[in-house]
């Protein structure tokens, strides 16, 4: 066994280690949530990563993405995330640097995904995604909103349609009725959504940021790798976690 992952199989076993380097999972959009997520299911033994975000990174990242740092701004995500993956991990990652839209979905999803992580922020791509994983009967995870919540206790994760106090959820359920999707399992919060102060009419962002920062993305990242790890990947194997 790989030593780097000598104390997850203490903790989940030695079969759901072995399980693990086997699977290819892949992290849609790398911003707080999919970059927490990322690095989590690498550091925890999943042997293929493909990381799809079209974005660089900006300097107004760093105060919470992992790919974010002084030498990768005006990088694509993607690259900078796959550097610092490989940096911790022997996993392998490929990657798309590439939008999301319901015209190219299918071609940007690998048709050998064993599980699908939903962190973008726009809805058409995150319903398409979800979509597309249902028509191949692949497991998925999506994120639901996290901005302007100040209370991390609140982050839930359960079906799309028994959420309350998350707007983005709402919306996404009213898509997915549209497509025939029944079930959906999300990270959200039941904290509604607070306003700051305001200087001069703009917002103060420092409580905002330092939450997303220390609290929220990393911890509904993690909630979305607990999911995968005890949901998704080891029951489809038999593998009892």
């Known amino acids: 066994m790989n030593e780097s992952f000598v104390r997850t199989a203490m903790l989940l076993g030695v079969e759901a280690e072995a399980l693990f380097s086997g699977k290819l999972v892949v992290i849609c959009g790398l911003g707080g949530v ?11 033994g999943i042997g293929k990563l493909h990381l799809i975000d079209h974005d660089l990174v900006q300097p107004s990242n760093l105060n919470r993405q992992l790919a974010a740092a002084k030498s990768t701004v005006n990088m694509p995500k993607v690259e900078a995330m796959k550097r610092r993956i490989e940096d911790i991990s022997d996993c392998e990652v490929s990657v798309s640097p590439t939008f999301i839209t319901e015209d190219n979905v299918s071609e940007m999803l690998p048709i050998t995904a ?6 973008i922020d726009t809805i058409s ?20 909103g996290a901005g302007n919540r100040l209370d991390p206790t609140k982050i839930r994760i359960g079906d799309i349609f028994d959420t309350e106090g998350c707007p ?3 919306t996404m ?20 959504s607070q306003s700051f ?17 220390l609290l929220a993305l990393p911890l509904q990242a993690l909630w979305q790798w607990i999911y995968i790890i005890h949901g998704g990947i080891d029951n489809r194997s038999g593998v009892q976690i």
Do not use: W
């Not at 999919?34 to 925890?44: I, T």
């Not at 791509?125 to 639901?144: F, G, Q, W, Y």
């Not at 359920?173 to 509604?192: A, D, F, H, N, P």
């Open 34 to 44: 999919g970059g927490h997520c990322a690095e989590a299911l690498a550091r925890c």
């Open 114 to 119: 064993d599980y699908i992580v939903d962190a």
């Open 125 to 144: 791509a995150k319903t398409s995604i979800i979509h597309e994983a249902m028509l191949r009967d692949v497991p998925a995870v999506s994120c639901m």
């Open 168 to 170: 983005l959820a709402r």
């Open 173 to 192: 359920r009213q898509e997915m009725r549209r497509k025939g999707i029944k079930s959906l399992k999300v990270v959200y919060s039941i904290r509604l």
């Open 197 to 213: 102060p305001t200087v001069n009419g703009a917002a103060l962002p420092e409580a905002y940021h330092l939450y997303r920062q």
